[in-house]
């Protein structure tokens, strides 16, 4: 079992800037595909980005060229820096890790292990 903790939410004007944080642990987090999800209010968990443990990276298209996912081994972490942050990025923000078996970045059902979420709040 793998614990993420993530970190980083908050309340934002639009045109802001966040990053959020999820620290995993484990010995062997390179291996990981990580991603990023989040959930709005009457709404279901949709992808946001994920990178792969080659750090190929993939993001939904309504936050290309505004977020960009990094991860950082040593540290055993993965960002997500998001800027020009709109209204309708509100939401809670979840980190997940897929660490074995078949790997579909976009699909919630192929990562085992899930954050607690941060809440995003961006202000009009």
């Known amino acids: 079992q793998v614990q993420l903790v993530e970190s980083g939410g908050g309340l934002v004007q639009a045109g802001g800037s966040l990053r959020l944080s999820c620290a995993a642990s484990?010995?062997?987090?390179?291996?990981?595909?990580m991603g990023w999800f989040r959930q709005a209010p009457g709404k279901e968990r949709e992808f946001v980005s994920a990178?792969?443990?080659?750090?190929?990276?993939y993001y939904t298209d309504s936050v290309k060229g505004r977020f960009t996912i990094s991860r950082h081994n040593a540290k055993n972490t993965v960002y997500l820096q998001m800027n020009s942050l709109k209204p309708e990025d509100t939401a809670v923000y979840y980190c997940?890790?897929?660490?074995?078996?078949?790997?579909?970045?976009?699909?919630?059902?192929?990562?085992?292990?899930w954050g607690q979420g941060t809440q995003v709040t961006v202000s009009s």
């Open positions: 484990g010995r062997t987090f390179s291996r990981y595909q």
């Open positions: 990178i792969t443990w080659s750090a190929t990276t």
């Open positions: 997940a890790a897929n660490t074995y078996g078949t790997y579909q970045p976009y699909s919630p059902a192929t990562y085992d292990n």
